[in-house]
Protein backbone atom coordinates (compact mmCIF):
# COMPACT_ATOMS: atom_id res chain seq x y z
CA UNK A 1 0.00 0.00 0.00
CA UNK A 2 2.53 2.42 1.15
CA UNK A 3 4.62 1.46 -2.36
CA UNK A 4 1.87 2.06 -4.39
CA UNK A 5 1.25 5.79 -2.71
CA UNK A 6 5.13 6.77 -2.88
CA UNK A 7 4.83 5.45 -6.14
CA UNK A 8 1.61 7.61 -7.25
CA UNK A 9 3.55 10.75 -5.48
CA UNK A 10 6.98 10.25 -7.58
CA UNK A 11 5.93 8.86 -10.88
CA UNK A 12 3.22 11.07 -13.23
CA UNK A 13 -0.24 9.36 -14.31
CA UNK A 14 -1.23 5.66 -13.57
CA UNK A 15 1.38 3.83 -11.48
CA UNK A 16 -0.48 0.27 -12.92
CA UNK A 17 0.66 1.27 -16.92
CA UNK A 18 4.23 2.33 -16.14
CA UNK A 19 6.78 0.51 -18.29
CA UNK A 20 8.68 -2.25 -16.58
CA UNK A 21 11.88 -0.15 -16.78
CA UNK A 22 10.61 2.30 -14.72
CA UNK A 23 9.32 -0.50 -12.57
CA UNK A 24 12.19 -1.43 -12.23
CA UNK A 25 13.96 1.40 -11.12
CA UNK A 26 11.71 2.16 -8.41
CA UNK A 27 12.00 -1.27 -7.35
CA UNK A 28 15.59 -0.73 -6.69
CA UNK A 29 15.22 2.57 -5.18
CA UNK A 30 12.99 2.02 -2.94
CA UNK A 31 15.45 -1.18 -1.93
CA UNK A 32 18.43 1.69 -1.34
CA UNK A 33 15.90 3.98 0.64
CA UNK A 34 15.30 0.72 2.85
CA UNK A 35 18.90 0.19 2.91
CA UNK A 36 19.96 3.70 3.96
CA UNK A 37 16.97 4.02 6.56
CA UNK A 38 18.86 0.83 8.12
CA UNK A 39 22.25 2.20 7.99
CA UNK A 40 21.36 5.48 9.64
CA UNK A 41 18.84 3.62 12.33
CA UNK A 42 22.07 1.79 12.83
CA UNK A 43 24.57 3.99 13.15
CA UNK A 44 22.41 6.46 15.74
CA UNK A 45 22.14 3.55 17.56
CA UNK A 46 25.89 2.69 17.95
CA UNK A 47 26.10 6.44 18.66
CA UNK A 48 23.76 6.32 21.37
CA UNK A 49 25.66 4.53 22.92
CA UNK A 50 28.72 5.58 25.32
CA UNK A 51 31.86 3.92 25.10
CA UNK A 52 33.13 5.96 28.00
CA UNK A 53 33.29 4.11 30.93
CA UNK A 54 31.89 6.16 34.40
CA UNK A 55 32.11 3.50 36.67
CA UNK A 56 33.42 5.34 39.56
CA UNK A 57 35.90 4.08 42.65
CA UNK A 58 37.04 4.80 45.95
CA UNK A 59 40.68 5.27 46.53
CA UNK A 60 40.92 4.68 50.97
CA UNK A 61 44.18 6.43 52.12
CA UNK A 62 45.56 5.78 55.65
CA UNK A 63 48.73 6.42 57.85
CA UNK A 64 50.10 3.22 58.83
CA UNK A 65 52.33 4.80 61.60
CA UNK A 66 50.28 5.70 64.70
CA UNK A 67 50.56 8.08 66.22
CA UNK A 68 52.18 9.76 63.04
CA UNK A 69 49.89 13.26 62.82
CA UNK A 70 51.20 13.07 59.20
CA UNK A 71 48.62 13.64 56.33
CA UNK A 72 48.02 12.07 52.48
CA UNK A 73 46.55 14.62 50.36
CA UNK A 74 44.98 13.52 46.79
CA UNK A 75 44.77 15.51 43.64
CA UNK A 76 42.08 15.76 42.76
CA UNK A 77 40.80 15.66 45.96
CA UNK A 78 37.95 13.81 46.54
CA UNK A 79 38.25 10.18 47.18
CA UNK A 80 35.60 8.80 44.78
CA UNK A 81 37.10 8.85 41.05
CA UNK A 82 35.76 7.94 37.77
CA UNK A 83 37.35 5.19 35.71
CA UNK A 84 40.88 6.11 34.76
CA UNK A 85 41.17 8.87 36.31
CA UNK A 86 45.55 9.48 38.10
CA UNK A 87 45.41 10.86 41.30
CA UNK A 88 48.29 12.14 42.52
CA UNK A 89 49.11 11.30 46.34
CA UNK A 90 51.34 13.46 48.79
CA UNK A 91 52.26 12.50 51.78
CA UNK A 92 52.34 15.06 53.94
CA UNK A 93 55.08 14.87 56.97
CA UNK A 94 54.83 16.83 60.85
CA UNK A 95 57.70 17.32 63.63
CA UNK A 96 60.48 14.44 62.84
CA UNK A 97 58.63 12.11 61.01
CA UNK A 98 59.88 11.62 57.37
CA UNK A 99 58.01 9.64 54.67
CA UNK A 100 59.01 6.35 54.13
CA UNK A 101 56.88 3.79 51.68
CA UNK A 102 53.45 2.91 50.32
CA UNK A 103 51.48 -0.23 50.57
CA UNK A 104 48.33 -1.65 49.28
CA UNK A 105 47.76 -0.76 46.01
CA UNK A 106 50.56 1.58 45.64
CA UNK A 107 53.92 0.41 46.51
CA UNK A 108 57.20 1.77 46.50
CA UNK A 109 58.82 5.00 47.82
CA UNK A 110 57.95 7.85 45.22
CA UNK A 111 56.93 11.12 46.54
CA UNK A 112 55.02 11.84 45.40
CA UNK A 113 52.89 8.62 44.51
CA UNK A 114 50.32 8.03 41.35
CA UNK A 115 48.06 5.56 40.97
CA UNK A 116 45.51 4.85 38.18
CA UNK A 117 41.84 4.23 39.02
CA UNK A 118 40.69 0.90 37.41
CA UNK A 119 38.75 -0.19 40.64
CA UNK A 120 38.78 0.28 44.78
CA UNK A 121 41.95 0.96 45.70
CA UNK A 122 43.22 1.12 49.28
CA UNK A 123 47.11 2.88 49.92
CA UNK A 124 48.73 2.94 53.42
CA UNK A 125 51.91 5.29 53.51
CA UNK A 126 54.70 4.72 56.60
CA UNK A 127 56.69 7.30 57.98
CA UNK A 128 59.33 7.00 60.26
CA UNK A 129 60.98 9.54 62.73
Do not use: Q
Not at 25 to 50: E, H, P, Q, R, V
Amino acid sequence: MIKRIVLSLLVKGDHETMKPEKVKTFSILWILCILLLALMITLIGCGSSSSTDTTSYTLTTKIADLPCPCTISLDPPGGVYTSGTTVTLTPHISGSWIFGYWTGDLTGNLNPGTIKMDGNKTVAAYFGS
